[in-house]
């Protein structure tokens, strides 16, 4: 069963700094991983997604997230972060569940901060 | 478009009680999914319908839980009687196609307590 895993609970970042929100998969076959970020009060937002390709992924709000395969990794970036990009971030790989469908295994999320 | 809504918000029982959570998806969305996240852990899967057949109940926790799609529109996910054990936040997503590649919009979710 493939799983992922977010080793930090919370991340705290000054402003104008760069942000790195880590992520590491487990999965059998390829992976198609996935980033959310759910605002207070808001539902989950996507932000990017790596099918295949590029291991380095844009996405929206200035994110992009790196595909490491050999360290089956997928980080979270952004150069510089702002105030606004305080959130709860989720990570997913999706997977073929035996029933046949796409579903998404996340992981238990981080708590981004940044301070002014 | 009008994103994915759902209501209620925020919904507090007693234990016993029942609940009906509802889930509007995106215009033309054929998939609905539903998820739950119980305080500080991971968002787990609970079911997918396509239209308004189940594709897979897997992740349903017990026969408290019945979710129906009826006409392949909106989605109801009822908890019957609800226990401590229920209380988290439910969202629903949906997507156009079940490629791997599409992804699936949530909506804000539906916080339920159980008390």
């Known amino acids: 069963a493939q799983s992922v895993a977010q080793p930090e609970d919370q991340v705290n970042v000054a402003e104008g700094n760069p942000l790195t929100v880590k992520c590491t998969y487990s999965?059998?076959?390829?992976?198609?991983l996935f980033w959310y970020v759910q605002y207070p009060n808001r539902g989950l937002q996507f932000l990017l997604k790596?099918?295949?390709?590029?291991?380095l992924v844009k996405g929206s709000y200035g994110f992009e997230a790196e595909f490491n395969k050999s360290q089956t990794s997928f980080h979270l970036k952004k150069p510089s972060a702002l105030v606004s990009d305080s959130a709860l971030y989720f990570c997913?790989?999706?997977?073929?569940?035996?029933?046949?469908?796409?579903?998404?295994?996340f992981g238990k999320g981080t708590k981004l901060s940044v301070i002014p | 478009e009008a994103g994915v809504t759902q209501f209620p918000s925020h919904s507090v029982i007693e234990k016993g009680q029942t609940v009906t959570l509802r889930c509007d998806p995106i215009?033309?969305?054929?998939?609905l999914y539903w998820y739950r996240r119980v305080m500080g852990k991971e968002i787990k899967f609970l079911l997918h319908?396509?239209?308004?057949?189940?594709?897979?109940e897997s992740g349903m926790p017990n026969n408290r839980f019945l979710a129906e799609r009826t006409g392949g529109t909106y989605s109801t996910l009822k908890v019957q009687p609800a226990e401590l054990e229920d209380s988290g936040v439910y969202f629903c997503?949906?997507?156009?196609?079940?490629?791997?590649?599409?992804?699936?919009?949530f909506g804000p979710g539906t916080r339920l307590t159980v008390t």
């Open positions: 319908f396509v239209k308004e057949s189940k594709q897979d």
């Open positions: 999965v059998s076959g390829n992976p198609y």
């Open positions: 997913a790989v999706r997977d073929l569940s035996e029933a046949g469908s796409y579903q998404l295994t």
């Open positions: 997503a949906s997507s156009y196609s079940t490629g791997i590649s599409y992804e699936q919009y």
């Open positions: 790596y099918i295949t390709g590029d291991n």
């Open positions: 215009s033309g969305h054929d998939n």
